[in-house]
């Protein structure tokens, strides 16, 4: 099935990523990894199937994720895990946001306001 008929399939298990609230794609976009040409080409995964990633969002109402090895956030710098936690989570929190608000806010205005194109 075509990508825009089924929607985004995770590159990790398969499964559908079935909304913006749980999309490593987009999470990259807003917080300034991806350019907007790049979401079509870019691969797609829920967050928790990007744990290295996913271990960096902090909040309440997202269940902590755990990594394991090299890449176990804390083997990182104190001041390098904060920036990221900061960071991902606002993010994190703009996808919750967008979830409610996406049929009104047009695409170049999902990122964060820092990495909005001027």
Not at 27 to 55: D, I, M
Not at 83 to 92: A, D, F, K, N, P
Not at 95 to 106: D, F, I, R, S
Request: charged share 30%.
């Amino acid at each position: 099935m075509a990508r825009c008929d089924q929607g985004y399939l995770c590159d990790v298990c398969g499964e559908e990523v079935e909304t913006i609230r749980e999309s490593d794609l987009y999470l990259r976009f807003v917080t300034g990894e991806l350019s907007s040409n790049e979401l079509l080409a870019a691969a797609e995964r829920h967050l928790r199937c990007n744990p290295v990633v996913a271990q960096f969002i902090t909040h309440p109402d997202f269940e902590p994720v755990t990594v394991e090895g090299d890449f176990d956030r804390r083997l990182f710098d104190p001041a390098d895990i904060a920036e990221r936690e900061t960071l991902l989570t606002r993010g994190w929190l703009r996808l919750q946001e967008l979830a409610e608000l996406a049929q009104t806010v047009p695409l170049p205005h999902y990122p964060l306001p820092e990495f909005q194109q001027k």
